[in-house]
């Protein structure tokens, strides 16, 4: 179920009402089984929704993780915990191999072959991602490495794991949370909590707002010049770009948002995984506000276990470079995503060389860092949204050498955009600089319920509903 | 809980409230633009009553010069076309215009994108949604996706991705006298790449192909229809995605002149604005060539 469908405006509601009767009841009896049971079956079917096939690779990559953890957990001789966790790994990281990344190693191969003379007749699969792969692998398997680790307990309840893993709004596109976060949230008794209902409300309307208004709107603007870059110049390749990193930031918090407000309403606090990024002086402190529940991630399973940085600086330099690929790899299976990876981690490594995440700065200095960190971020996206590593070069050459002409202006389009990008920016603004002054969470409610109106007023005439909008141009 | 539900449904009134408020005043400046795409709109719905009609998409709208049928056939001629659209656009606006009068001749400009292949019909509903009260405009709708039905409800909604449109084409008025034509006076100057669809599938629309029968039968001992595909730059090597639309012709008599393939027009960079659309000289280059071929057509049938 997408947040931003028509079919979210039916069957969310329906589905709060029947949780939270189905709660109410459970709660009397004092067990909460049946509301847990009731949100795995929507939580399943809800998935099955995109392919029914799809839910027996949720369910492995659950069954195997669950499994495993409780053979670690019983295994107490450190030799054999350490084979049990690296099967257990291989298991569950089999199907996004599979899925996500078989075609692309294929392909790279045979590329390496044909170089050298040799060619393999071997063809790729032909599969659809189980959609949200990536994300509940990385759930399950940070659960299990914290059971190794013993920062957990295995879980026990099958029922209460399954929920953990295929929990219906993060499933998609996250947050990933960490099971000491969530599982004691399934176990406890939920019941409903006007506050943070209503809280959930506002992030679902905010959310909202940043995907159909901000990402969406931008989005027709980026779509029509990367999709034709050759015949547009310089500047408004680089003013696509912009627009680009703004798209991507609204798409990506916006739905994490909404995820977000869903659980509110349901009852859970899920991790937060953007804290006004674009507003960070460095590339390190970028990592730190951006996607952080996959950053956390990465720092717990990847950065740590390789030695973090207690260890020399060349390891230390070493374990942030290989941290920032593997996020890369995890983005896509394409070289863009690697080089971008590589640009974020070489970035940090220079960053730590030099010592400047630990610079604390003001006025001038501070918004031209700001300004910095944001112009290598936007290059760095470049290569994120490109579909090959040539296409990014050209991009960014045609940015720096074609000067001819004039921008490319599509005046409803950009004006829409301009509008959302307005309001979004005095909205972070005022909470990065000015935190007491707030909209939203005004302590007068007609300035509440304006605002809220406002935001709704904006959606319906400014979202974009479908994909069906266009800038129409041809060459 | 029950603090929740009175709340949310206090403000979801609050909210239908403004809802109906912004949807009037929107419709107020909808209903009485002075330019632009809902000038046009609103011409073609209430006001044109000229003999010729020029019907189809961008390429109709840029193809065709008005005051050329009008020298030389001596009937009044109006261009409706509209960028990015095709027959579904095109089949409501002939129910509008036939609740006032049946025009004699019809030339609808095909292009296969809009008016063959399949894609999402839905958005080829934005010039109608004003009109969605009307029954004809209701059923196209209802036809194409029963959620936009549903949509409709809300005012704002009628009026989404279009407001700065609407209230531009309420503020700035029109001189131009071009009755629907759009020039595009750039010269082309870059080769565009060429594109070969040998090879991709072609997908046939059935509720297009529908709407284009319904059509024609809707102009019936009415009006004079003919169909043409108008010059573009490239030349079409695999027309087989007209076949349908020739077939349809064939079936109900109709001409359908094609001219993707005419080489006065293939690859010459001086008559195109982009490598789909002529530009005002090649526009008059084709007006003149398709009005000497309706005179021929008109000449025989009143033999």
């Given at each position: 179920?997408?947040?931003?469908?028509?079919?979210?405006?039916?069957?969310?509601?329906?589905?709060?009402?029947?949780?939270?009767?189905?709660?109410?009841?459970?709660?009397?009896?004092?067990?909460?089984?049946?509301?847990?049971?009731?949100?795995?079956?929507?939580?399943?079917?809800?998935?099955?929704?995109?392919?029914?096939?799809?839910?027996?690779?949720?369910?492995?990559?659950?069954?195997?993780?669950?499994?495993?953890?409780?053979?670690?957990?019983?295994?107490?001789?450190?030799?054999?915990?350490?084979?049990?966790?690296?099967?257990?790994?291989?298991?569950?990281?089999?199907?996004?191999?599979?899925?996500?990344?078989?075609?692309?190693?294929?392909?790279?191969?045979?590329?390496?072959?044909?170089?050298?003379?040799?060619?393999?007749?071997?063809?790729?699969?032909?599969?659809?991602?189980?959609?949200?792969?990536?994300?509940?692998?990385?759930?399950?398997?940070?659960?299990?490495?914290?059971?190794?680790?013993?920062?957990?307990?295995?879980?026990?309840?099958?029922?209460?794991?399954?929920?953990?893993?295929?929990?219906?709004?993060?499933?998609?596109?996250?947050?990933?949370?960490?099971?000491?976060?969530?599982?004691?949230?399934?176990?406890?008794?939920?019941?409903?909590?006007?506050?943070?209902?209503?809280?959930?409300?506002?992030?679902?309307?905010?959310?909202?707002f940043?995907?159909?208004?901000?990402?969406?709107?931008?989005?027709?603007?980026?779509?029509?010049?990367?999709?034709?870059?050759?015949?547009?110049?310089?500047?408004?390749?680089?003013?696509?770009?912009?627009?680009?990193?703004?798209?991507?930031?609204?798409?990506?918090?916006?739905?994490?948002?909404?995820?977000?407000?869903?659980?509110?309403?349901?009852?859970?606090?899920?991790?937060?995984?953007?804290?006004?990024?674009?507003?960070?002086?460095?590339?390190?402190?970028?990592?730190?506000?951006?996607?952080?529940?996959?950053s956390?991630?990465?720092?717990?399973?990847?950065?740590?276990?390789?030695?973090?940085?207690?260890?020399?600086?060349?390891?230390?330099?070493?374990?942030?470079?290989?941290?920032?690929?593997?996020?890369?790899?995890?983005?896509?299976?394409?070289?863009?995503?690697?080089?971008?990876?590589?640009?974020?981690?070489?970035?940090?490594?220079?960053?730590?060389?030099?010592?400047?995440?630990?610079?604390?700065?003001?006025?001038?200095?501070?918004?031209?860092?700001?300004l910095?960190?944001?112009?290598?971020?936007?290059?760095?996206?470049?290569?994120?949204?490109?579909?090959?590593?040539?296409?990014?070069?050209?991009?960014?050459?045609?940015i720096?050498t074609?000067?001819?002409?004039?921008i490319?202006?599509?005046?409803?389009?950009?004006?829409?955009?301009?509008?959302?990008?307005?309001?979004?920016?005095?909205?972070?603004?005022?909470?990065?600089?000015?935190?007491?002054?707030?909209?939203?969470?005004?302590?007068?409610?007609?300035?509440?319920?304006?605002?809220?109106?406002?935001?709704?007023?904006?959606?319906?005439?400014?979202?974009?509903?479908?994909?069906?909008q266009?800038?129409?141009?041809?060459? | 809980?029950?603090?929740?539900?009175?709340?949310?449904?206090?403000?979801?009134?609050i909210?239908?409230?403004?809802?109906?408020?912004?949807?009037?005043?929107?419709?107020?400046?909808?209903?009485?633009?002075?330019?632009?795409?809902?000038?046009?709109?609103?011409?073609?719905?209430?006001?044109?009553?000229?003999?010729?009609?020029?019907?189809?998409?961008?390429?109709?709208?840029h193809?065709?010069?008005?005051?050329?049928?009008?020298?030389?056939?001596?009937?009044?001629?109006?261009?409706?076309?509209?960028?990015?659209?095709?027959?579904?656009?095109?089949?409501?606006?002939?129910?509008?215009?036939?609740?006032?009068?049946?025009?004699?001749?019809?030339?609808?400009?095909?292009?296969?994108?809009?008016?063959?292949?399949?894609?999402?019909?839905?958005?080829?509903?934005?010039?109608?949604?004003k009109?969605?009260?009307?029954?004809?405009?209701?059923?196209?709708?209802?036809?194409?996706s029963?959620?936009?039905?549903?949509?409709?409800?809300?005012?704002?909604?009628?009026?989404?991705?279009?407001?700065?449109?609407?209230?531009?084409?309420?503020?700035?008025?029109?001189?131009?006298?071009?009755?629907?034509?759009?020039?595009?006076?750039?010269?082309?100057?870059?080769?565009?790449?060429?594109?070969?669809?040998?090879?991709?599938?072609?997908?046939?629309d059935?509720?297009?192909?529908?709407?284009?029968?319904?059509?024609?039968?809707?102009?019936?001992?009415?009006?004079?229809?003919?169909?043409?595909?108008?010059?573009?730059?490239?030349?079409?090597?695999?027309?087989?995605?007209?076949?349908?639309?020739?077939?349809?012709?064939?079936?109900?008599?109709?001409?359908?002149?094609?001219?993707?393939?005419?080489?006065?027009f293939?690859?010459?960079?001086?008559?195109?604005?982009?490598?789909?659309?002529l530009?005002?000289?090649?526009a008059?280059?084709?007006?003149?060539?398709?009005?000497?071929?309706?005179?021929?057509?008109?000449?025989?049938?009143?033999?």
């Open positions: 179920m997408i947040f931003n469908s028509f079919q979210f405006l039916w069957l969310f509601p329906t589905i709060f009402f029947v949780y939270y009767i189905v709660n109410y009841i459970s709660c009397k009896k004092s067990n909460n089984r049946y509301s847990n049971l009731l949100l795995l079956v929507i939580s399943y079917l809800l998935y099955a929704q995109w392919n029914p096939v799809y839910t027996l690779i949720l369910f492995g990559v659950t069954l195997c993780t669950y499994i495993f953890a409780i053979l670690i957990e019983d295994k107490m001789a450190y030799g054999k915990k350490k084979y049990i966790i690296t099967i257990a790994a291989i298991l569950t990281f089999l199907p996004l191999i599979i899925f996500k990344y078989y075609n692309f190693i294929l392909e790279s191969i045979k590329e390496l072959f044909i170089y050298c003379g040799i060619e393999i007749g071997i063809n790729g699969l032909n599969l659809a991602i189980p959609i949200g792969l990536s994300f509940f692998t990385f759930q399950a398997i940070g659960y299990l490495w914290d059971v190794y680790y013993q920062k957990i307990k295995a879980e026990r309840s099958l029922l209460d794991y399954m929920l953990f893993v295929a929990f219906f709004p993060q499933i998609l596109s996250g947050p990933i949370s960490k099971a000491q976060s969530l599982l004691p949230q399934i176990k406890a008794s939920r019941s409903f909590n006007y506050e943070i209902a209503v809280e959930g409300l506002k992030l679902l309307l905010w959310g909202f940043l995907k159909t208004v901000l990402a969406d709107r931008l989005g027709i603007y980026v779509d029509t010049i990367y999709k034709n870059y050759e015949y547009y110049n310089g500047v408004t390749c680089f003013f696509a770009s912009i627009l680009y990193s703004i798209q991507i930031y609204g798409d990506f918090a916006g739905y994490s948002l909404m995820a977000i407000g869903v659980g509110k309403l349901m009852g859970f606090n899920l991790i937060n995984n953007f804290n006004r990024p674009y507003f960070s002086a460095s590339i390190t402190e970028f990592w730190r506000r951006w996607h952080i529940s996959l956390t991630w990465l720092k717990d399973y990847i950065y740590i276990p390789l030695g973090g940085s207690r260890c020399s600086k060349l390891r230390c330099y070493y374990n942030i470079f290989m941290t920032f690929l593997v996020s890369g790899i995890w983005h896509g299976a394409n070289y863009t995503f690697i080089v971008w990876g590589f640009i974020h981690g070489a970035i940090q490594v220079i960053e730590k060389i030099l010592g400047i995440q630990q610079c604390k700065s003001k006025g001038f200095i501070y918004a031209t860092r700001i910095a960190t944001f112009i290598i971020v936007n290059f760095a996206w470049i290569f994120f949204r490109m579909p090959t590593i040539e296409d990014s070069i050209n991009v960014i050459r045609k720096f074609d000067f001819n002409g004039s490319f202006i599509d005046v409803p389009n950009l004006l829409m955009g301009a509008l959302a990008v307005i309001i979004v920016f005095i909205k972070e603004f005022t909470e990065e600089f000015y935190s007491r002054v707030s909209l939203l969470n005004n302590k007068l409610i007609v300035v509440r319920w304006i605002s809220y109106i406002i935001l709704l007023t904006a959606i319906m005439l400014l979202g974009v509903f479908d994909s069906t266009f800038i129409y141009v041809n060459f | 809980m029950k603090k929740f539900i009175i709340k949310c449904l206090i403000f979801l009134m909210f239908y409230i403004s809802d109906l408020c912004i949807g009037i005043i929107l419709n107020h400046l909808s209903q009485n633009a002075k330019s632009g795409g809902n000038l046009k709109n609103n011409n073609i719905a209430y006001n044109i009553n000229e003999k010729i009609l020029i019907f189809g998409s961008s390429r109709a709208a193809h065709y010069k008005p005051y050329i049928f009008e020298d030389s056939l001596n009937l009044s001629t109006y261009n409706c076309g509209r960028d990015g659209n095709g027959i579904i656009l095109m089949y409501g606006r002939l129910k509008l215009i036939q609740e006032r009068y049946n025009p004699q001749i019809i030339i609808y400009d095909v292009t296969s994108g809009f008016d063959i292949l399949s894609n999402d019909n839905v958005k080829y509903l934005g010039d109608l949604k009109f969605y009260s009307r029954p004809k405009i209701m059923e196209i709708f209802k036809s194409i029963s959620k936009e039905t549903i949509k409709m409800y809300s005012n704002m909604y009628r009026h989404n991705s279009t407001i700065l449109n609407t209230i531009g084409n309420y503020i700035k008025t029109e001189h131009s006298n071009n009755n629907g034509y759009l020039p595009m006076y750039k010269k082309m100057e870059i080769e565009p790449k060429f594109k070969s669809d040998n090879d991709a599938p072609i997908n046939i059935n509720l297009k192909l529908h709407y284009i029968e319904k059509f024609i039968t809707d102009c019936k001992d009415k009006t004079q229809l003919i169909f043409v595909v108008s010059p573009q730059y490239f030349q079409t090597i695999n027309p087989i995605e007209y076949n349908p639309i020739n077939e349809i012709c064939k079936k109900h008599n109709i001409p359908f002149l094609q001219y993707q393939n005419d080489s006065t293939n690859r010459k960079k001086n008559l195109f604005s982009d490598s789909s659309h530009n005002d000289d090649g008059t280059l084709f007006t003149k060539k398709i009005v000497a071929h309706i005179k021929e057509l008109i000449s025989n049938t009143n033999q």
